[in-house]
């Protein structure tokens, strides 16, 4: 048995779908209930739920938390699973009708071995116009790389995706589980997925495990995602100091002004050629995309300077009267 865990925010009709598309699963029988954790919704989504909860033949759990971020959200959600097996996914991700049998079954060829983890693939649904952009970084790695996998047998900790990922949950709980130090969905499960591997985690691709994503991207709101991104790598980096170099944020990304001028143009020009041309710009959106992550890198640091000399400020204040006459 399975239990999928579903962290959500302010997603309402998607996440209906979601859960609607659980119900039609190959093998839902497979399924011992499914977990919304609801991490602050002002959309409907708690009445919704409930609704669906009367009809539905699945077990659907309903959690509510003040907003916290997924990290929070997933640990409660693993806490309270039944099952052996784990699937943690999106509220955005709407698994085509094989996806719990495809899961379980490479647990199954695997004989459940509980260091083994199963990473199915995120795919755009056919109702969403794909983008080159959006066909690049789900298959190339700036959000997902499954073209970039080098061994479906032994997969890289980095590909630790949440979107379409199950385990087992005893060998999870052995852990501290995702770090509510992230704020944003962005590196926490990479490094939850560093320190399983440490364990022993192994990580085996399924590309038949598909679930599809009802998020259309654009080249405009991804550089946000970028900055978050780069901030949250400050993060991991504080947490496992030996990846600075890997995560890259002790690069010094300073540019001559002709340099800039030159990025701001290819911005530019990538920016309508994502609304308007049916072309591919590999090499501009690494470019560009890291100098967002870079500038997410410098808030984290400057914020963290500016925290310190706070702190040292107030120590001053404190206890910094010097010595005391007798």
Known sequence: ??????????????????????GAQDYGRLIREIIIIDDGSTDGTAEAVRELQKHSKLNIVYMHQDNCGPARARNRGIAAAGSRLVFITGDDIVPDEGLVKEHFETHKRFNFDKKIAVLGKV?????????PFMEYINEFGLQFGYSIIPNADNVPYNFFYTSNISLNRSFLLQDKLFSPKFPHAAWEDCELG?????????????????????HAISFSSFRRRQELSGYSACIFASLHPELENWLGINREPGMHWRERLKSR???????????????????????????????GV????SETVQLSERMCLGEQRDGGLGPVSK
């Open 123 to 131: 795919a755009w649904p056919s109702e969403i116009k794909v983008t």
């Open 265 to 295: 143009l290819r911005e530019l020009y990538c920016l309508f050629a994502d609304k308007f041309l049916p072309f591919s710009y590999p090499r501009f959106y690494d470019e560009l995309m890291d100098i967002h992550y870079q500038r």
């Open 194 to 214: 560093y320190r399983l591997s440490r364990r022993g985690l192994r990580i085996v691709y399924n590309r038949h495990a598909v679930g599809y994503h009802h």
């Open 298 to 301: 410098k808030r984290y640091k």
């Open 1 to 22: 048995m399975i239990s999928v865990i579903i962290p959500t925010y302010n997603r309402c009709s998607v996440l209906v779908r979601t859960l609607e598309a659980y």
